[in-house]
C-alpha cells in the first residue's frame, strides 16, 4: 500500500472484536478519491486532511505539509481540475495549509506524474487577447491594482522584474541596482545614445539608463497609475529632458533609436503577437542598433499556470527560448549574448514574498483577506516555479547582423 491511512471510527461502533483486535472500518468514498488523486499526482509527500478527519499521505517519506479541505465538493473540484481548483481553493479559504506553502508547491510540482497529470487534466480556458484594447484591460487588471500596494514588497526603486545577485547575500535593492546596469551593458549604452523602452513599469530602468549612461529614453507603457509615478520620479530627479515616459501601448512606437529594451514585457505579448513586436524592433532601430529582451521563460511551449492567467495575469504566456526568437529571426537580428537567470528571479520572489507576508496586515486593510491569499499564493507559487525550473527568465542581447560593431568578449559585463 503506497498510503498509509487514520480512519476514524464511525460513532458508536466498537473499537475491538475478535478477542481484542483492533477493527478498521471500510475506507469511505472520499478517503478513497483521495488515495486515488494522490496517487495519480505520484504522491508527493504530502498529506491530504478532509473534513472528515480523515486524513491520507505517502508512507515512505515524511510529508512536507498538510493540505486540510474543508467540505467534499472542494476534493471533488480538486480533482476535476487541480491546476486552477487548488488555486480558488485556497483564496476562497476550502483550502489551508499548515505547514510552508512554497515546500508544498515544489513537493506537489516535483512529484513522479504530476507533469503528465496536468497535461491529461488541464481544461479548455478563455482566451485573453491582447489586441490594443485586450492588452490595456490585462495590464490595468494586475498592474494599476494602486502604487502604494507595490511600494509595501518591491525594492525602493519600485522594479518588479527579476534582480541580478552579484553574490547570494546581497540585498534586494543591491540586486535591482546590479540588474540596471547589467542591463545597460548587455545593450552597450554609450553617452548620447537614443534609447526605447518597451513596457518600463514604474521607470526606475529608464532613469537609471539616463542618470548612469547618459542616453535619452522614451519608454512606452501602457498601465496609466506606473506612468504618473514615473513621471514624478523624472521629474524629481531632474531627468525629465532625458527621459519621456509615454502612455501607449508598444506597438504605437515611432521614431529610430541606437537600442531597443525591453525587461518584463515579452510575457504579456502573446505568442500571436510576436511578429508585430518583431516589426516594432525592425522599423525602430538605426542599421548599428542594438537590442535587449528579458522575458520569463520555459524549456518546452507550455501554458501559464490556469489559475494564475485567471486571477493575476490575464493574457500572459511564457514563451519557451526557440518561441523567444521568432521575434527576432524574421527580420535577420543576430543574437549576442543568451543568459538565464532562473534562480535569480527566484531569489527575487523570495525577497518579495517575505516583504509581502510582513505587510499582510496592511494588504488586508488595502483589500481583503481573500486578496491576501491570492497573492500569497502567486509569490509562492513563482517562487517554486522559478526553484523547480519549470519557468526560466531569458536575457537576450542582439543587433543588425551588419552591425560589427560588437564586444569581442563578455570582459565588459563583469569589469
Known sequence: MPFSSRVRLAEGEP?????GVAAVSKPSPELWLARTFLGALGNPPVRLALWSGDSVCPTDTEPVATVR????????????????EF???????????????????????????APRASRLLRRPR??????????RDNIHRHYDLSNEFYRLWLDERMVYTCAYFPTPTASLEEAQLAKMEHVCRKVGLRPGDRVVEAGCGWGALALYMARQHGVFVRAFNISHEQIVYAREQARAQRLSDRVEFIEDDYRNVSGHYDAFVSVGMLEHVGLDHFDELGRVIDGCLASHGRGFLHSIGRNAPDHLNAWIE???FPGAYPPSLREMLTVLEPYGFSVLDLENLRLHYAATLRHWLARFERATDRVASMFDDRFVR??????????AAFSMGSLQLF???????????????????YQ
Open 15 to 19: 473499537s475491538s472484536r475478535n478477542g
Open 310 to 312: 485567471k486571477h493575476i
Open 69 to 84: 479541505l474543508r467540505d467534499r465538493r472542494s476534493l471533488l473540484r480538486l480533482m476535476y481540475n487541480p491546476e486552477l
Open 126 to 135: 478563455r482566451a485573453h487577447t491582447n489586441t490594443l484594447r485586450g492588452s
Open 374 to 383: 491570492a497573492w500569497r499564493l502567486y509569490l509562492a507559487g513563482s517562487v
Open 87 to 113: 488555486g480558488e481553493a485556497y483564496t476562497d479559504g476550502r483550502l489551508q495549509v499548515d505547514g510552508d506553502l512554497v515546500c508544498l508547491l515544489e513537493a506537489l510540482g516535483r512529484a513522479p506524474a
Open 395 to 413: 536575457q537576450v542581447s542582439f543587433a543588425r547582423r551588419s552591425n560589427n560593431d560588437i564586444p569581442w568578449t563578455r570582459a565588459h559585463l
